[in-house]
């Protein structure tokens, strides 16, 4: 009475011997294993097929019975038992570690080995609502989304949850206003040495990267190496260059990538050269 249909459970395979007119049934030999090749060596009628837990088992009942006056049948096999006591697994694509400052399209993967075949995977985003997975989604909005998913075997195994992560930025930090500060200003001239001292820079999602500040003095034309300081980008010991026009800024990237630009302030011309008096 075996079944090749998966089951999730160990099985008792029950062997009935018929002897017809004959002189009576009197043992019933039997082995299990998954090759269909042991030699029966057990008596009794009832089969029990196990299966450990986390495996799959894949298993043959060898079998025959003897009458009383010792004629032997010969050995006969059962149908293939299928035993499926392994959870599926779900990986998880589309968005790896760190921030991102685009959308990002998930994938989730089921496999279920050799075992009875993935039925179902679920997800949630953010402790949301479960759904059950189609097709890849995209997350497309500013977040540091929680993802939890898990998948459901054809027998019933289920998955432990698992739990990914995907941080997405594309807002670009705020920069304040560059100033201006230690040089003498007259006007619309510029002279001394000074810092370019830029403005608090804020990112409330990924962050500041610190290490990516850099200042222009000619509106943008060139970008130099900055430095950070407590809030803001800065560089110091600017001297001016007679005639050179000023018009600076400062400007970070995030931790995603994106780059936030103070407002330029300036508009100043270097005025270095001393009155001549007659």
Do not use: M
């Not at 079944?3 to 009197?26: F, M, P, R, V, Y």
């Not at 898990?150 to 289920?158: E, F, L, P, T, W």
């Not at 060139?222 to 950070?228: E, N």
């Amino acid at each position: 009475n075996s079944s090749t249909d998966w089951t999730a459970t160990n099985q008792t395979i029950t062997l009935n011997c018929d002897d017809g007119t004959g002189a009576g049934c009197k043992n019933t030999y039997y082995c299990i294993d998954e090759t269909d090749t042991c030699t029966p060596n057990l008596i009794g009628t009832n089969a029990n097929v196990t299966c450990t837990s986390g495996n799959i088992c894949l298993q043959y009942v060898r079998y025959f019975s003897q009458d009383n006056v010792d004629n032997n049948e010969s050995v006969n096999t059962s149908e293939q038992t299928r035993i499926d006591k392994e959870n599926p697994t779900t990986t998880f694509s589309g968005c790896t570690a760190g921030w991102h400052n685009t959308d990002k399209e998930i994938t989730l993967n089921c496999d279920d080995g050799s075992g009875s075949s993935c039925d179902a995977t679920t997800y949630r985003i953010d402790s949301g609502a479960w759904e059950t997975y189609s097709v890849p989604f995209t997350l497309n909005t500013d977040g540091n989304f929680q993802i939890d998913y898990n998948s459901i075997d054809a027998v019933g195994n289920q998955e432990t949850i698992k739990t990914s992560y995907c941080a997405i930025d594309k807002t670009a930090p705020s920069v304040q206003a560059t100033t201006f500060s230690g040089f003498t200003i007259f006007g619309a001239f510029i002279n001394g040495v000074g810092t370019i001292l830029g403005g608090v820079a804020t990112d409330i999602l990924s962050g500041i990267d610190q290490a990516t500040c850099e200042y222009t003095i000619n509106g943008g034309g060139d970008w130099l190496t900055a430095f950070w300081d407590t809030d803001h980008c800065q560089v110091t010991n600017v001297t001016i260059v007679d005639g050179q026009d000023y018009n600076a800024s400062t400007r970070v990237d995030d931790n995603a990538g994106n780059t936030g630009t103070g407002a330029y302030t300036g508009n100043y011309t270097g005025d270095t050269t001393p009155p001549t008096t007659d």
